[in-house]
């Protein structure tokens, strides 16, 4: 498929800043806010470019929608491009964010995307849309980092339903998984992570000897993680991921 994307959505800010706290001005009027500082743009940015730099990525994308919403939209770009200008052998870009939900799905321009960073709400509809590519939602890991702390979690909810309908153990480990490779590589240990996603990558996307339904259908918790652990341990997995990548 060619897609190796990263996405950097700041997470505090935005549209969601406020969160319900927008005015019913009348029966017929509702307000709500979106807001943007500059250190939470800078730091967002930056944590893209540096990434970017430490992964030998040649290229950083802006996605804002900055030619109708100028005042917020327009001070993350202008931060972004005075940033960009630290990172002289990184290429910076930004596009909007509704061309971009197209791009992603155009096969002849997705696969010139490498790192990305948006503001909140659009962070949180383009990685969906990214996450569709690899199996949906429930396959894709987060990271909320902090100047401080870092917590790491599925990109999805906790599926309370699955509890209350007793199929817990059909749960697909999938997206905690990746987010597990993602606090490995955070905390020191890179080549574990990368291991990792490479075995989830094997096995989810390319073998697929056992599938997640999340019923009686699919395979259950145990099993797929025990399939992920038993590819992982093979000396041969990079040799094995590679030859999926040629063909």
Request: net charge negative; aromatic share 10%.
């Amino acid at each position: 498929m060619g897609i190796d994307w990263m996405f950097f959505r700041e997470n505090t800010e935005g549209a969601y800043a406020l969160g319900p706290f927008g005015v019913q001005v009348n029966p017929d009027l509702a307000l709500d806010f979106t807001l943007a500082t500059k250190p939470g743009c800078e730091r967002i940015i930056r944590l893209a470019f540096e990434h970017a730099k430490k992964m030998k990525k040649e290229r950083v994308t802006a996605v804002t929608k900055a030619n109708v919403v100028k005042t917020t939209d327009g001070l993350f770009l202008k931060i972004f491009y005075g940033i960009a200008k630290e990172y002289p052998g990184i290429n910076a870009d930004d596009w909007f964010i509704d061309i971009m939900t197209a791009k992603l799905v155009d096969e002849k321009r997705r696969t010139q995307f490498q790192v990305l960073v948006l503001p909140n709400l659009y962070g949180d509809i383009l990685t969906d849309e990214a996450a569709e590519f690899q199996g949906g939602v429930g396959t894709a890991g987060s990271a909320n980092i902090g100047k401080r702390y870092a917590m790491f979690e599925a990109i999805h909810g906790s599926a309370p339903r699955m509890v209350t309908e007793g199929r817990t153990h059909y749960a697909d480990p999938s997206s905690v998984t990746r987010a597990g490779a993602m606090l490995l590589s955070h905390i020191g240990y890179p080549e574990l992570g990368e291991q990792l996603n490479m075995a989830m990558d094997i096995c989810g996307q390319y073998e697929k000897k056992l599938v997640m339904t999340g019923r009686s259908t699919g395979a259950t918790s145990r099993d797929y993680c025990d399939y992920v652990m038993e590819t992982m341990a093979d000396p041969n997995l990079k040799q094995r991921w590679e030859q999926y990548q040629t063909t």
